[in-house]
């Protein structure tokens, strides 16, 4: 079958990019289809931490008030070492506003306020693209079961191993992190966290954040040769100098293998994002290591910016330069930070003791302040 609309979008991916393009086409009265994979999401027991600029792509989203029924605000950051003292602390309500604060949540609660007042008949899934194809006044999309979709414009939001950008770009773009090449993400009671707080030590680093129902999202790396999996005995001693509470909480994390999810940690850095009628967003766009959280952040803005060129322009061929004219900027701002940090975090552990204290809320405000101003037209 070969269904061919000009005047809709369709979109490769229900992640968080294609959930929020597909809410923003609609609040616009765009038709779209969104072809998703998987019936459901992997990873969505587990949180995520949103920075205020996500917060703000959210509240015009028309989500703030559902965000408030679900995860934490994060009102504090603090910067630990792995001795526990304090290297330096954030009040992020007063940087972002209270309004519009960071907040984490799980990431089945974000999935699922995205389709909020959204009709099903506009998503399939079990819809895995294999391949896309430019046509005359469109692309196409072939599916697994040899079904073909064809619109006026084609997102390719099917994150960081993108399908779509591979038909567009092969793979080039796609490369190990800077920070670290692994990463474990997991689920524990809160062992008494209040702050968003990291515990940084040599090539190892513990992170804690409040979600609510008495839980706290936990995030760890480490360099420690890990790369062929988890070795509880190895990410033990890893951290083995680390605070009892951080030590504790792993111990938690470990009893239950089972729910410790794993991620290696890749980026994807590439000259164009468009082509013709095909444009890349979110991860599949950009992914970059989650130094300061930007993933979702950056693919909800996406989202609010393409899908304002799709509702005022008549002509889609043009859409992907503008789009990557508007994106690009806020993009490399985010990169270059995250490449900055990234080599912070590297450096000997006395080293980083002596220069975050000073560099530390400096970094914070030099990476969020720009991010603060946002005008998605
Ligand atoms: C360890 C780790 C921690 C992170 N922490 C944070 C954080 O705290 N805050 C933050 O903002 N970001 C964080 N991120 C980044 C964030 O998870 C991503 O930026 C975000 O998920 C990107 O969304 P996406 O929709 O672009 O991609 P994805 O979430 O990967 O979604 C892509 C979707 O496309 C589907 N798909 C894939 N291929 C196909 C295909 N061929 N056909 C159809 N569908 C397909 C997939 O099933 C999936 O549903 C983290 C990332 C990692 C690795």
């Known amino acids: 079958m070969n269904t061919q609309r000009a005047d809709h979008v369709l979109v490769a991916g229900g992640g968080i990019a294609g959930l929020a393009v597909r809410r923003a086409l609609h609040q616009r009265g765009i038709p779209s289809l969104t072809l998703e994979r998987r019936g459901a999401p992997t990873d969505a027991g ?125 793979d080039r773009g796609l490369g190990a992190a800077v920070l670290a090449t692994q990463s474990w993400r997991f689920m524990v009671p809160n062992p008494g966290v209040e702050a968003w707080t990291l515990w940084a030590g040599a090539g190892a680093l513990f992170l804690l954040i409040p979600v609510d129902r008495g839980e706290a999202y936990g995030w760890v790396s480490t360099s420690a040769g890990l790369d062929a999996g988890l070795d509880p005995n190895v990410l033990r001693r ?32 590439l000259p164009a994002w468009t082509r013709d009628r095909v444009v890349l967003v979110g991860d599949a766009a950009h992914a970059t290591a989650p130094v300061w959280a930007q993933g979702a952040a950056l693919a909800l803005e996406d989202a609010l910016v393409l899908a304002g060129l799709v509702a005022e322009r008549s002509d889609w061929q043009r859409i992907g330069s503008d789009y990557e004219r508007l994106r690009r900027p806020r993009v490399a701002h985010v990169q270059a930070m995250t490449d900055q940090l990234s080599r912070t975090a590297r450096l000997p552990s006395w080293a980083r003791t002596i220069v975050l204290p000073v560099l530390g809320p400096r970094s914070y405000r030099a990476t969020y302040g720009p991010l603060r101003r946002w005008d998605d037209r």
């Open 46 to 170: 587990l949180a995520i931490n949103l920075p205020g600029n996500a917060v703000r792509a959210l509240a015009r989203l028309g989500l703030l008030d559902a965000l408030r029924t679900v995860g934490a605000r994060v009102r504090r950051r603090e910067y630990r070492t792995e001795r526990d003292r304090l290297l330096f602390a954030v009040d992020e309500e007063a940087f972002w506003g209270v309004e519009t604060g960071p907040h984490c949540l799980r990431r089945t609660d974000l999935l699922r306020m995205l389709q909020l007042g959204l009709t099903p008949s506009d998503i399939r899934r079990g819809a895995g693209i294999v391949a896309v194809r430019q046509i005359p006044h469109g692309a196409e999309a072939e599916l697994e079961d040899g079904t073909i979709e064809a619109g006026g414009l084609l997102v390719g939001a099917d994150g960081v191993h993108s399908r779509v950008r591979r038909s567009l770009f092969e």
């Open 238 to 269: 890893a951290f083995a100098s680390f605070p009892r509470l951080v030590r504790d909480t792993l111990d938690v994390a470990l009893a239950q293998p089972a729910s410790i999810y794993h991620s290696p940690l890749e980026e994807v850095r």
